[in-house]
């Protein structure tokens, strides 16, 4: 409803979803005031009572959520500000656990935080936390891993293509204009 209705006052209805424990709904409030570090803060106590609740039927929902407010506010927040965010998410996911679904949901993140984190420091994340508590061996890590390698090669080809594409226009257009003009005016 927030989402679509206008004319209310930001600051009284999320004084009264405060009250009333909605944690989506002021999150949303204020994202739309710009205070985006107590948007993620509400938006991750979501996360983290799905997750402490057992549902993970949820908890994919309200990680879609946070990863949309994530991508959605990225360009307003510093470089820091973004790895914070991003790897406490990494974190909480990590100590789901290894079934098959949380694992889903842990490439589900990482998939989408590479646009906005450096490789190299989601790699050095991982390596870490598997050398703690999250992971018995780096078998446990390996599909991330591999999956987190196999979209930065794709990446790194579709970069290639698109610079070649680039460049052939770059290089043919100047040289096909002159001769479009000329076919032009012999008509």
Not at 44 to 68: A, H, M, P, S
Request: one cysteine or more; glycine letters at 4%.
């Amino acid at each position: 409803y927030l989402q679509v209705a206008t004319g209310y006052k930001v600051d009284v209805i999320l004084e009264l979803c405060l009250i009333a424990n909605l944690k989506d709904a002021a999150a949303y409030l204020y994202e739309t005031r710009g205070d985006l570090e107590d948007a993620f803060k509400l938006y991750y106590d979501v996360l983290r009572d799905t997750i402490r609740d057992k549902q993970l039927v949820f908890v994919e929902e309200t990680l879609t959520k946070i990863i949309n407010f994530c991508q959605r506010n990225s360009g307003q927040l510093s470089q820091s500000d973004k790895e914070s965010y991003w790897f406490s998410l990494i974190d909480l996911l990590l100590g789901l656990g290894e079934s098959p679904d949380c694992i889903s949901l842990q490439e589900t993140l990482i998939d989408n935080m590479l646009g906005f984190v450096s490789s190299s420091k989601v790699l050095d994340k991982l390596i870490k936390s598997s050398s703690n508590k999250s992971f018995k061996t780096y078998g446990d890590i390996k599909k991330i891993v591999g999956n987190m390698m196999d979209t930065l090669m794709y990446e790194d080809v579709l970069l290639e293509s698109t610079k070649k594409i680039v460049q052939h226009d770059i290089f043919t257009t100047p040289y096909q204009q002159p001769l479009l003009t000329c076919s032009a005016l012999h008509l």
